[in-house]
């Protein structure tokens, strides 16, 4: 476990600055107490914490996501809830969970039973039982990328899908690509419904076709490339638009494969940004969603929620990466 | 000026605890804390704040929007949102705004040469020149009712309207209405379009059909119900949704003085919970806009933005409020 001296060198300041910022001494600057907490959170650092406020814990459950290492896609999503959690002094338990458990366990029961005030879900399946139970909760609960209606307790929050998929195609567009393929994510998921919508509205807005054997869902893994690359490419696909990062560096392979060079032949965009998108060959261009701020917000919606206000819908901005995986096109014969 | 014997009076407290309250002392309860705040908002208190933090200001726009006494739809958002902004140690000042002090001032400039560090924009019609502005504003922004798309520093925050017209007309079908008629607000608002795609909606998940002489667009005054109610009797409406309350108490009126009762003869669903409405004759069943709640989230966003998370949109939860303006239907010969 990081010590306070620990977080002194990494930020290069002294230990008592560091047990300021800790203890909310008054006589350091707002900045530089926030950099004190959240390096003390992302070093795994804890402490008693103070005597007056009672036991507050909030709960992270996690499905079908990773999260354990910085590369992966979770990572700075939990880290981000941690940090704005700990600053307002709550503990939070991180939960793996799966569909047997959420069997046996009643969601509103669970929480109870265990003192969580509030919790945050990401990655569930649309037929998790917890899904259909969130219908009715009590809790307040913040539920990453899927929507529940009808619920004051319940929050969706996620990345402006819609945006994010427009800027894609406007990228391409403006790089002078026409034959623009889709290789969506998972059928029978909200974002996946989303990013569909927004593909097909915004080549619409670009007065282009939505060619049929140039779009399609796939599952949110590399491996979806194969089945649909080769129809893409002979159907004279110039870009490819993908339903997240993984699929795009399916993509890319596949298309290498074939004999097809990225970016001279054919432009790939990715989805989220996870941190290896920066080290494939070439450099992934994409479309980022900002987990750690996505992290900040689940708990800035949670605390929210605990204090009534019914928030529905939070949506954060993505942001076009442009590396170099797309160029002009150049039209093959 | 309410001083803070007022406030004590008020809460039933000692001047003692208010004092506390005011001065973030640790040993009151955070909920006591919070009450003597948001109480000293409310009745106008105000004090020299600490000298240890420097001049913060927020600023609050309004335009097209009434807000100076309770019985006001901003009265309550405001105040919302000075609460939350005055926990947290802001100053905010509250500006009415025309279009023609928009085309004299730019927004940006004005915000920083008046010491602004983000504004709450209520109220702007789409063609006001800020709103063009706001493309490309880099001052943190929070928008009512309207959406910027493309700048992580502009955010939009509503109700869900989708959802409260879907609760109207669902309340309407389950007391066995089906020529259900709609009455929306002004044409070119963000707010009438989503109300418009829910209500058609709605009535499609019922299997009823959207006939064309019973939905029109008028403007959110109760002025607009004139010259379409008549129509919507004679095509033999037994229920009408609302845009807003104003609409709705236009509505009424006009079936009363044709001789239709309301609710018995007709059902009329308003959209706002204004604090009027419950004053109308019949009490007017309406969807409830959560006021404070909008306001307090706005200044929580403002900061958000203001710490670079990119927040795009936020809804609200509307509430069905269940008054004496809707009956089950009696089919009229």
Redesign the interface.
Known sequence: MATIKDIANRLGVSVSTVSKGLNGA?DISDELRQMVLDTAVEMGYSTKRSK?VENRKLCIFIENMNYETIDEFGYDIVLGFKQNAFRRKWDVDILPITPAFQEEEKYDTFLLKNGYCGAFLMGLALHDSWIKQLENTTMPTVLFDNFI??N?NVCYLGT?SY?GI??AVNHLVNLGHKNIAFLNGSLYSLVSDQRQEAFESAMAAASLPVQKDLTAYGYYVSDSAKYHVPGFLSAGATAVVCGNDLIAKGVIDECTKRGFRVPEDVSVVGFDDISIAATFDPPLTTIRQ?RN?LG??AY?ILN?LIH??????????P?LIERESTARCAHRD
Chains 1, 2 share one sequence.
């Open positions: 008054s007056k209606s009808g004051p402006d945006e427009t800027m900002e701020e900040r917000c800035d929210s009534h206000i019914p928030i529905s819908k939070t949506l954060l901005r942001k």
